[in-house]
């Protein structure tokens, strides 16, 4: 276990590092943070003589921070409601990306992951990377049976520095939650939990190949959407192997206009992709940005890199799809009634006011084009309205806002007058009629019905080891209680902890005397 002082100690080294860019004046100008945390901020500005003004580096000092702080970084980037939209949108051009690692010791960890040398498993390998992010780095490659292969190597060492820093954040979100108020509210101890687990999935590249395989599994019926293949023979924990991808990075606009692309095509499916993997199947590619996407000659999109996923479970799906169609019709009535039915928004305030509220955030983006009005916007007003109503981070909702805003981004630029509620709502409305239509609610009780009765074996089974029929060996009788010479009793505590002590001490001090510590 770390110690306070350690933590204590990379804090100050990073709190120097973010107020020489000014990257902590957000907090300390906000009356909304604690004041104990204020002050502290300050004493660290103070302490590098950084005055308030001037431009506030936010991406920099993450970026100098190192790995770890990269990642949380761009965590962060999606929740203006913690951070506050400068430093969230500074955030937002925070790129994953860092030196590469020389190919001599990427040579060394795929053989050490693998056992076995190199060429056993690849006839050619590039050894110049196509990329180099915080956590691993890609080099193109080709199989001994003649494949073409992207291979993904973790950086050497980068588990154990992930584990060290995500500690001190663990350590540091428990204090200020525990400062009570807002922090509270905003729930920081959740976030880095989240982010804890999505970094610890990435950090296992079996878990990405998972990932993947499954995604590609839900999304087959999808036309003009696909998953590349994994080789698992050549994927472990420490090196992923999947089918290299010849298509066009979906940025490049220029090229696909040249290849004979049709943009809005493309942009409209992409954004039924992504609601297919969210709304119908709970499971989503959660990085999908724009280096992460390519497109093929036949229009075909093509995902890539499933370190970030996110999951969503059916009634949460069930609440986001009538969510979703109730902002695109303007229900802000059923809009609110399902955020208190989900429990987000505590009983004690008023629907009535919460739709009202939601009205002002949503009827301005009715019938617009995105160019215009975006989710992007609608998700800053609905943080904007979360004080207001007490409402706390619902973190299983995080990765699902910041895919939204990355699709969005995307199918703009391909293109800008696409209207994101417009491509949403037929989809949206479809699936609602088929999940929670009366056929589908009465299916769904004869499944319920059918499991609960298949349970009943196996609960009565349970019940009857907790409470077996009599007979077999006696009860042991119940054995008088003794007072333990650590026991603190009538004052006389002190000669156990004494007596404990000098033991203590002497079992030390007989282990220093035999070797066996020094």
């Known amino acids: 276990m770390t110690s306070s002082v350690v933590h204590l100690i990379r804090l100050s080294r990073w709190g120097v590092t973010l107020a020489r860019r000014r990257a902590l004046v957000?907090?300390?100008?906000?009356?909304?943070?604690?004041?104990?945390?204020?002050?502290?901020?300050?004493?660290?500005?103070?302490?590098?003589?950084?005055?308030?003004?001037?431009?506030?580096?936010?991406?920099?000092?993450?970026?100098?921070?190192?790995?770890?702080?990269?990642?949380?970084?761009?965590?962060?980037?999606?929740?203006?409601?913690?951070?506050?939209?400068?430093?969230?949108?500074?955030?937002?051009?925070?790129?994953?990306?860092l030196p590469p690692v020389p190919f001599a010791e990427i040579k060394k960890a795929i053989e050490g992951s693998f056992g076995q040398p190199i060429e056993k498993l690849f006839a050619e390998i590039d050894p110049d990377p196509v990329g180099a992010a915080s956590i691993a780095q890609v080099h193109k490659g080709v199989t001994i049976d003649?494949?073409?292969?992207?291979?993904?190597?973790?950086?050497?060492?980068?588990?154990?520095?992930f584990a060290r820093d995500i500690q001190t954040y663990e350590w540091a979100a428990a204090h200020v939650e525990a400062m009570g108020g807002e922090a509270s509210r905003l729930r920081p101890r959740l976030t880095i939990a989240n982010f804890k687990?999505?970094?610890?999935?990435?950090?296992?590249?079996?878990?990405?190949?998972?990932?993947?395989?499954?995604?590609?599994?839900?999304?087959?019926?999808?036309?003009?959407?696909?998953?590349?293949?994994?080789?698992?023979?050549?994927?472990?924990g420490r090196v992923l192997t999947i089918e290299w991808i010849d298509g066009i990075k979906i940025s490049r606009i220029d090229e696909l206009q040249a290849r004979g692309h049709d943009l809005a095509a493309l942009s409209e499916k992409l954004v039924i992709s992504f609601l297919t993997q969210a709304i119908s199947a709970g499971f989503f590619h959660a990085d999908m940005h724009q280096g992460n996407l390519f497109v093929e000659d036949d229009g075909t999109i093509v995902a890539i890199d499933f370190g970030i996923m996110g999951r969503i479970d059916r009634r949460a799906r069930q609440w986001l799809a009538e969510i979703l169609y109730g902002l695109t019709t303007g229900n802000y009535q059923r809009v609110a009634e399902i955020h208190f039915e989900a429990q987000?928004?505590?009983?004690?305030?008023?629907?009535?006011?919460?739709?009202?509220?939601?009205?002002?955030?949503?009827?301005?983006?009715?019938?617009?084009?995105?160019?215009?009005?975006?989710?992007?916007?609608?998700?800053?007003?609905?943080?904007?309205?979360?004080?207001?109503?007490?409402?706390?981070?619902?973190?299983?909702?995080?990765?699902?806002?910041?895919?939204?805003?990355?699709?969005e981004g995307i199918a703009t630029q391909l293109n800008p007058d696409i209207n994101m509620w417009d491509t949403a709502a037929p989809y949206v409305r479809s699936w609602i009629r088929d999940e929670l239509g009366p056929e589908a609610a009465l299916a769904e009780r004869i499944k319920q019905d059918t499991e609960t009765l298949f349970r009943l074996p196996g609960l009565i089974r349970r019940l009857e080891e907790k409470f077996p029929p009599k007979g077999g060996a006696p009860e042991a009788p119940p054995l008088a209680p003794i007072a333990l010479i650590t026991d603190r009793r009538e004052g006389g505590g002190w000669l156990g902890y004494l007596v404990a002590g000098l033991a203590g001490a002497g079992a030390v001090l007989g282990a220093m005397a035999t070797g066996w510590i020094g």
């Open 197 to 236: 687990r999505w970094t610890n999935s990435e950090l296992d590249l079996r878990r990405e190949a998972a990932s993947a395989s499954e995604l590609a599994e839900q999304m087959a019926g999808v036309p003009g959407y696909r998953i590349p293949g994994i080789d698992w023979d050549r994927t472990n």
């Open 146 to 161: 003649g494949r073409k292969v992207a291979i993904k190597v973790l950086r050497p060492g980068i588990r154990e520095k």
């Open 344 to 407: 987000y928004v505590p009983s004690y305030h008023s629907v009535g006011e919460f739709a009202t509220a939601l009205r002002a955030v949503g009827e301005p983006m009715r019938g617009k084009p995105v160019k215009e009005l975006s989710v992007g916007q609608m998700l800053d007003g609905l943080f904007a309205i979360t004080r207001d109503f007490d409402m706390q981070t619902q973190p299983h909702l995080l990765l699902l806002q910041k895919t939204m805003v990355m699709v």
């Open 26 to 97: 957000g907090i300390e100008n906000d009356p909304n943070a604690p004041a104990a945390l204020r002050r502290l901020v300050r004493l660290a500005r103070l302490a590098t003589l950084t005055g308030k003004n001037g431009p506030r580096e936010y991406a920099a000092a993450f970026r100098a921070i190192g790995p770890a702080a990269i990642k949380l970084g761009q965590s962060l980037a999606t929740r203006p409601d913690l951070v506050g939209d400068e430093a969230a949108n500074n955030l937002l051009s925070l790129q994953d990306s």
